[in-house]
C-alpha cells in the first residue's frame, strides 16, 4: 500500500469514528447528519453534501447539507425529482447510483444543473430497519469525475446514518412505550378503586388523545335502539365540541363509529370529507380530517368505541389501533366492575326493602292483632275487679296482681313493637323519632339535629337504625358513659356521626348488626365507616345521598 492510499485509509477511520462517536453518544440526529454531510463531503473532495429524506410523495427532504468553503452552492440547493438527479435514482433502486452526463438534463433540471455547475453527482441509499428512509448524496463541479469507489466508501457514512436514526427512533419508542405504560398505570388505578365509569371514560379520553397526539377523543355507547350515546370527550383545541356527554346520535352511514358498531372490529377513515351519516356530519363539523374507531367489549359483547381524530387527513399513526387496546381493556373492565356494583347494589336494595316490609308487617300484626287482644283482656279485667267482693282480700290481690303483669307485658310489647318499625318515624320524621331513642337510652345522649324536612322514606329508615344500633352498642357492649349524635341533612348528602367515649374495638366484619347497617347503606350508595382503637371510644359515621335513582347509567 502506498503512502497516498495509507493516508486516505487513516482520514477515513478519522472520519468514520468522529462520526461514530457521536452516534454512540447519542447525539441529536440533525447533529449527527451534519456532521456526516461534512465529513464525506471533505473526505470525498466534493463540492456539496447533503442527507436527504423520502417524503411520501417521492420528494427529497434535505435534513443536512454542507458545501465547500469557496463553493457558495445557495442555502436552497436541492435536487429535484422531475429530472436526472441521484436522489431519484437511488429512490427507484434502493441502491448506491452515480451520474456522471448531464447533458439529457432538460427544463427546471437543466437550469438547477447550470446553477450549480454540476459535473458529477453519487448517491447512497439510507436503510432503517430494511426500509429505504433517505439519501446521502455527494456532488462535484469538477471536470473530473468523482472517484469510482465513491459509491462504496459512502456507503459506510449511510450506515452511521442510519445507525443514528435507527438509535433515535428507539429512544422515542422507549419514551412512548414509558408515556403509554404510565398512561396505562393512572387509568388502571382509577379501575382498581372502583371510579364512577364517567370518571374513567373522561381520564381515558384525555389520555388517549394526548399519547397519540389526536386533536379529538371520544367515546361512545352503542345502544339497543340503533342509537349511540356519547359518554367521554376531549379535545386538545378550543373548538367546540361537536355533541356534548349523554347526547344520542343515529347510527347508519360511513364513518367510524358505524363501522365498529356493524363489525365490532377497529375501523380507520383516512379522510373524513368523504364520510356520511349523522356522526361524519358532526365530526365534519368539529373538523375531522382522519379518524381511527377501536370497539369496546364487556365480557365478550359489543359495548362501544374509542374514536380518536385528527384535523389533518391522513395524520393519525399506522400503530393508533393497537395503542388503543389496552385503554378499551381498561374501559370494558371498569364498565363490568361498575355494572357488578349496580347489581349488587339492586340486589341490598331489594334484601333491604323486603326486610323493611317484613318489619312493617310485623309491627302491623302486633299492634292490630296481639296487642289488641291483650289491650281487651285488660278491660275484661277490669271489669272482673269491680265487681269482685271487696272482703275477698286474697282475690283483690291476685287480680291487681294479674293486671300489672299484663299491662306491663302490653308496655313490652310495645317496646318490641316500636323497635321492629318505629310508628313515630313513619309519622314525624328523623327528629322525633331521633329524641324518642335517645330518651330510652341508659346512657346520656347529646343529641343534634339539623334536618328542616321530610327525607326520602328509605333514607330515614336507614339513618334511624344506624343511630339505634350505635346506641344500642354503647350502652350493651362500650360501657360508655356518654354518647354525641349529630345529623345533619344538606342539599345532596346526610351526614350522621355517633360517637361514644367507651372502650372502643368495634368491627364492622365481626358483628351481624354493623354489618346489617352496612348492606343497608350501601344499598343507598352510601359510605359508612367506623374508627374504633382499642380504649378510646368509637366513631360511626354514615353518608347517603339524598337524591336516590340518580346513578350514572351504564
Not at 429512490?91 to 455547475?117: C, H, I, K, M, N
Not at 449511510?158 to 419514551?175: F, G, H, P, S
Not at 360501657?479 to 348528602?493: D, K, P, S
Not at 380504649?535 to 353518608?543: D, Q
Request: hydrophobic share 45%.
Amino acid at each position: 500500500m502506498d503512502a497516498h492510499a495509507a493516508d486516505r485509509g487513516a482520514k477515513e477511520r478519522a472520519a468514520l469514528r468522529r462520526v461514530a462517536t457521536l452516534v454512540s453518544g447519542g447525539a441529536a440526529p440533525e447533529e449527527v447528519f451534519a456532521a456526516i454531510a461534512a465529513e464525506a463531503g471533505q473526505l470525498l473532495t466534493a463540492d456539496l453534501a447533503g442527507v436527504g429524506r423520502y417524503d411520501p410523495g417521492g420528494a427529497t427532504a434535505y435534513v443536512a447539507r454542507w458545501s465547500a468553503p469557496d463553493k457558495d452552492l445557495g442555502a436552497d440547493a436541492r435536487p429535484r425529482p422531475d429530472g436526472p438527479n441521484v436522489s431519484t435514482l437511488v429512490l427507484e433502486t434502493g441502491e448506491p447510483s452515480r451520474l456522471d452526463d448531464f447533458s439529457q438534463a432538460s427544463g427546471d433540471a437543466a437550469d438547477f444543473v447550470r446553477t450549480l455547475g454540476l459535473r458529477s453527482t453519487v448517491g447512497a441509499p439510507i436503510k432503517v430497519g430494511g426500509r429505504l428512509w433517505g439519501v446521502l448524496s455527494v456532488a462535484s463541479t469538477s471536470d473530473e469525475r468523482l472517484p469510482a469507489d465513491t459509491e462504496e466508501r459512502l456507503a459506510a457514512f449511510a450506515e452511521l446514518a442510519a445507525t443514528a436514526i435507527a438509535n433515535a427512533q428507539a429512544r422515542v419508542d422507549l419514551r412512548g412505550y414509558a408515556d403509554e405504560q404510565a398512561a396505562l398505570r393512572r387509568v388502571a388505578t382509577l379501575v382498581a378503586r372502583g371510579a364512577a365509569p364517567e370518571e374513567v371514560f373522561a381520564a381515558v379520553a384525555e389520555e388517549i388523545g394526548r399519547l397519540v397526539g389526536a386533536d379529538f377523543t371520544g367515546m361512545s355507547r352503542f345502544d339497543p335502539d340503533g342509537m349511540a350515546t356519547a359518554a367521554g370527550m376531549w379535545s386538545s383545541t378550543d373548538t367546540p365540541w361537536p355533541m356534548a356527554i349523554g347526547d344520542r346520535v343515529e347510527l347508519g352511514g360511513r364513518n367510524v363509529t358505524t363501522l365498529v358498531c356493524r363489525t365490532g372490529r377497529p375501523a380507520r377513515i383516512e379522510d373524513y370529507g368523504s364520510s356520511s351519516g349523522a356522526f361524519a356530519e358532526a365530526g365534519r363539523g368539529w373538523g375531522f380530517g382522519s379518524a381511527v374507531g377501536v370497539p369496546i367489549m364487556v365480557e365478550g359483547c359489543l359495548w362501544g368505541v374509542v374514536t380518536v381524530a385528527s384535523e389533518r387527513a391522513a395524520a393519525l399513526p399506522p400503530d393508533t389501533e393497537a395503542r388503543l387496546a389496552g385503554f378499551t381493556e381498561l374501559v370494558g373492565t371498569a364498565i363490568a366492575n361498575a355494572e357488578a356494583q349496580a347489581a349488587l347494589a339492586a340486589s341490598r336494595a331489594r334484601f333491604v326493602a323486603a326486610a323493611d316490609e317484613a318489619r312493617r308487617r310485623i309491627e302491623r300484626d302486633l299492634h292490630d292483632g296481639a296487642q289488641q287482644r291483650l289491650v281487651t283482656l285488660a278491660l275484661l279485667l277490669r271489669e272482673a275487679q269491680a265487681t269482685a267482693p271487696a272482703e275477698n282480700d286474697s282475690l283483690v290481690r291476685q287480680l291487681d296482681e294479674v293486671a300489672d303483669g299484663l299491662g306491663a307485658a302490653l308496655e313490652e310489647l310495645r317496646v318490641i313493637a316500636r323497635g321492629i318499625h318505629p310508628a313515630v318515624l313513619a309519622k314525624g320524621g328523623l327528629q322525633p323519632a331521633l329524641k324518642a331513642l335517645g330518651r330510652r337510652c341508659p346512657v346520656p345522649v347529646d343529641l343534634r339535629v339539623q334536618v328542616a324536612a321530610r327525607l326520602p322514606g328509605p333514607v330515614e329508615i336507614a339513618a334511624y337504625y344506624v343511630v339505634s344500633e350505635a346506641l344500642t352498642n354503647a350502652a350493651r357492649h362500650a360501657c360508655a358513659t356518654a354518647v354525641q349524635v349529630e345529623v345533619t341533612a344538606g342539599e345532596t348528602m346526610l351526614r350522621v356521626s355517633v360517637r361514644d367515649d367507651g372502650c372502643g374495638g368495634a368491627d364492622i366484619g365481626r358483628g351481624s348488626g354493623l354489618t346489617g347497617l352496612q348492606d343497608r347503606v350501601e344499598a343507598l350508595s352510601g359510605r359508612i365507616t367506623l374508627h374504633s382503637p382499642s380504649g378510646a371510644g368509637t366513631a360511626l359515621e354514615v353518608h347517603i345521598p339524598l337524591k336516590q335513582g340518580l346513578r350514572y347509567s351504564i
